[in-house]
C-alpha cells in the first residue's frame, strides 16, 4: 500500500508529502502566478516518468548507451467536469549513440504499454499514443523541448 497526504496551504495552494516525507507543491493559480504544478500536470508528469523509468532500465539491459531522454507530454480534456484526458499524446527523444529508431519504438511500447502503472491507471477513458524518435548527440535539446 501506497500513501500520501494533502495539505491546504492557502488559497488555491496545497503541499502534498509521501510516505519519506519528500513534499511537492499544487498550485491551482493561473499561469501567470502558478508556482506550482496543477494536479492534471501531475499526472501527465507522472505517466512521463512512469514510462521513462522503465525504458531506461531495459535499455540498459540491452547494453544501450542513454545519455538523455526527454518526454514531451499533452493532453486533450474532456470538456465537462469530470475534466479528465480523452488523449494523451507522449514524444521520447533518446539520445544515444548506440540505439536504432527501431528498438527505441520497441521498448517505448513495453515501457508505456505494458509496464507503466499510471497508464495502466487511465487507459480505459484516455486514448494514449506515443512517438519516437533518436539523436546521436545532444544538441540544443532542453526539457522544453
Known sequence: MMKSTVRYLSDKEYESTNESGNRMKIDMRSAPEKSGHSPMELLLSAISACAAVDIVEILKKKRKTVEDLIISAEGDRNAEPP?????????FTLVSPDTDAETLKKVVALGVDKYCSVASSINKT????YTTEVLREKVGLNANS
Open 83 to 91: 475534466r479528465y484526458y480523452t488523449a494523451v499524446r507522449l514524444h
Open 126 to 129: 484516455t486514448n494514449i499514443s
